[in-house]
């Protein structure tokens, strides 16, 4: 099915053809690609505003995932019922969050690839909420980062973070 990129915003410059071609990769080593999926590139202000309303936290952040299945559990894939139902949810991703935390040797494509494969693992189910569950999470977004890294010739690695 289809990958809808959008970006929404004007801070930072991006090109979503090398985005997109890693997130295909991405979709296909988890097997999820005969389901639809959108990633909205936004800026501060729209993710801050996302933030506040659905997770009360009044401060942007580096991406937010919100599932059009719920209840599945991490390492599961949807069985839709129904056609229409072939769709995983939408990806915001704070790109100009993102571009500001990014080191001075760091990639901002390979730094988006990583936060955007992280939010794709929020919409199966992968949840960080306790050790257990970060390192079920971590481990996932490994295996998927490592088989992108071999089939683009890049080097990427799991987001590092603590528990939320």
């Known amino acids: 099915m289809s990958l809808v990129l959008r970006n929404l915003q004007r801070a930072v410059p ?5 985005l997109r071609k890693r997130m ?14 959108g990633i909205i590139c936004v800026d501060n202000k729209s993710i801050q505003h996302i933030n506040r309303v ?3 936290k009044n401060i942007p952040t580096d991406v937010l995932s919100f599932p059009f299945h719920e209840n ?13 139902d072939y769709n995983l949810g939408d990806i915001f991703l704070g790109v100009e969050y993102i571009f500001q935390q990014c080191k001075g040797d760091e990639d901002y494509y ?5 936060t955007a494969t992280h939010g794709l693992c929020h919409l199966l ?10 390192q079920k999470m971590y481990q996932k977004e490994k ?12 080097s990427l690695q799991p987001l590092s973070r603590g528990l939320f």
């Open 125 to 134: 189910g992968f949840t960080h909420s306790t050790e257990a569950e970060w």
């Open 14 to 18: 991006i090109r979503r053809v090398p």
């Open 143 to 154: 295996q998927v980062l490592e088989e992108l890294s071999r089939r683009t010739g890049t």
């Open 54 to 56: 659905y997770r009360e």
């Open 24 to 37: 295909e990769i991405v979709r296909s080593t988890l097997g999820v690609q005969k389901f639809d999926l």
């Open 72 to 84: 599945i559990k991490a390492g599961e894939l949807p069985q839709p019922d129904f056609q229409d």
């Open 110 to 114: 390979d730094i988006l690839t990583v």
